[in-house]
């Protein structure tokens, strides 16, 4: 989707810490010049899983780096950049980078995530960008747990012009989550979006109540929840993967909103996330105002964090 797309330029700017940290620790182990060899190769591994690519992720990119280089496709440090960034570019088929959407009538996204994940915001940015291309948009409140939270998304509906269907604070978010599937509907909307209340994920009677949301959209909306995107705090590094893993057990997550990158030095867990989950990092946050989102786009992601 094209109106979600920034350039490298845009990137590197807002990725400045990751990409800095990054760099340095690269450029301490890749001498200009320098043979490659298995202490080479070590050093390489450990400065990886030190940037947040994760273990696994690491490894793979080590073991085939180890075999461009016996086969004799790389022989020097200046080869290395270059081989890593078209390996972890290949990680992402092109389906990976499309919202999913309905065939007729609204397309329903559900929106989760543990409390201080930026998830409000998130989904501020999102209908933003929605509404702005001419589509149709409704939030819905059904974060009716947290006192703040009806009237933290009625500020920002209110402040980037979508409609909100909301009840009071402590109602049940089920209830919520009907009504606004019947207003979505009646009102002929493109896109309804439904904040849910921030959960930790080891809390289980929490994440069976989003199992409730989404069994009540299901009922209402044929084939809805369209999308199930999980807003993850990139300054969290790692610990996104566990949270990942169980919102996915109870409502089938179809991609991420990794938010925050551009106030951590961890946005290499991007690529952790795609290999050790195959959940496709769908958008990235990237400020605090309503324009600073960005659809990921695998080349220049990687382009940005390695150039």
């Not at 409502?251 to 946005?267: C, S």
């Not at 786009?297 to 940005?304: G, K, L, R, S, Y």
Request: net charge negative; aromatic share 6%.
């Amino acid at each position: 989707m094209g109106l979600f797309s920034k350039t490298v330029a845009y990137l590197k700017e807002h990725l400045g810490r990751t990409r800095q940290k990054i760099a340095s620790s690269l450029s301490a182990v890749l001498t200009l010049g320098r043979d490659i060899d298995d202490d080479l190769l070590g050093q390489l591994e450990e400065t990886l899983i030190s940037d947040d690519i994760g273990v696994e992720t690491t490894t793979r990119l080590i073991e085939d780096l180890r075999a461009a280089y016996k086969k004799g496709d790389i022989k020097k440090t200046d080869d290395v950049l270059p081989f890593l960034k078209e390996q972890m570019k290949s990680c992402w088929p092109e389906r990976d980078r499309q919202l999913n959407t309905a065939e007729s009538g609204p397309t329903v996204i559900l929106v989760a995530g543990i409390n201080g994940s930026g998830k409000t915001t998130s989904i501020a940015k999102l209908a933003y960008i929605l509404n702005k291309s001419g589509k149709k948009v409704i939030v819905a409140a059904c974060d009716t747990f947290r006192a703040a939270a009806v009237e933290q998304l009625t500020i920002w509906s209110e402040r980037i012009g979508v409609q909100i269907v909301k009840h009071k604070s402590g109602a049940d978010p089920a209830a919520v989550a009907y009504d606004a599937c019947q207003a979505a509907v009646a009102r002929d909307v493109d896109y309804l979006i439904l904040d849910t209340a921030g959960r930790l994920h080891t809390q289980k009677h929490l994440m069976e109540e989003l199992t409730k949301i989404r069994n009540v959209i299901t009922k209402h909306i044929p084939d809805a929840p369209h999308e199930v995107i999980l807003v993850v705090d990139g300054t969290t590094g790692q610990n996104a993967i566990m949270q990942a893993k169980i919102f996915t057990q109870a409502i089938n997550v179809t991609g991420i909103f990794l938010a925050k990158l551009d106030g951590t030095a961890r946005g290499g867990i991007v690529i952790a996330i795609k290999d050790m989950l195959d959940i496709p990092v769908k958008f990235v946050g990237l400020g605090e105002t309503p324009e600073d989102i960005a659809e990921f786009d695998p080349e220049e992601f990687v382009e940005a964090l390695f150039n």
